[in-house]
């Protein structure tokens, strides 16, 4: 299940990251890509976020993550590249 956690953690930070993307560059422009590419966009970092989340409170004990280390790993998935150094420093 670490390496599924892995996989999802990766990308779930791309996701973001495009997600990001999309609403700077192609929303202030009102290209067409816009509409098109919003939905599905979100709706795979939803569903990924959602994944790194709940995996991260089923490896929890398996892993015997502290509070600390716990708290970061939910943290990091709010912040662009976050889930990049969890992958890289915890996993």
């Not at 919003?38 to 490896?59: D, E, N, R, T």
């Not at 939910?74 to 996993?91: C, D, N």
Request: no cysteine.
């Amino acid at each position: 299940m670490l390496k599924l956690f892995k996989i999802v953690a990766i990308l779930e930070g791309i996701s973001y990251l495009v997600l990001f993307s999309n609403m700077l560059f192609i929303k202030p422009n009102h290209l067409e890509l816009y509409k098109t590419l919003l939905y599905p966009i979100g709706m795979s970092h939803g569903v990924l976020f959602i994944g790194y989340v709940l995996l991260a409170f089923l490896l929890k004990k398996s892993q015997k993550w502290d509070l600390k280390t716990f708290g970061l790993i939910l943290i990091a998935s709010l912040v662009p590249f976050g889930t990049f150094y969890i992958e890289k420093k915890y996993l």
